[in-house]
C-alpha cells in the first residue's frame, strides 16, 4: 500500500528467515503468528495482506533459506 508497508514486511521477512532457519531457535514461528504480526502493517485495517500472499511467502522463506553460494568453478 506504501512504503512503510514494504519496509514493515521486509523487516519481518528477515525476521522469520531467522526465527526459521537458526537452529539456536526452539520455537519456530507459525504461519498463523506470522500473519498476526503482519496484522496493521499495509496502511489500514481494511488493507491487510491477503492470507494467500502470506501463506506464499511463509512456505517460500520455510522451503529456502537464504544462503551465500559459492560461485562454480
Known amino acids: 500500500m506504501n512504503s512503510d508497508a514494504v519496509y514493515s514486511l521486509s523487516?519481518?521477512?528477515m525476521m522469520l528467515q531467522s526465527n526459521l532457519h537458526n537452529p539456536q531457535v526452539v520455537?519456530?514461528?507459525t504461519l498463523p503468528q506470522f500473519a498476526k504480526l503482519s496484522k496493521g502493517?499495509?496502511?489500514s485495517p481494511d488493507a491487510e495482506f491477503p492470507?494467500?500472499?502470506l501463506e506464499?511467502?511463509?512456505i517460500s522463506v520455510q522451503k529456502t533459506p537464504l544462503g551465500v553460494?559459492?560461485?562454480l568453478k
Request: glycine share 6%.
Open 51 to 53: 492470507p494467500e500472499f
Open 69 to 71: 553460494h559459492e560461485k
Open 56 to 58: 506464499a511467502i511463509y
Open 11 to 13: 523487516y519481518l521477512l
Open 41 to 43: 502493517m499495509n496502511g
Open 27 to 29: 520455537d519456530k514461528m
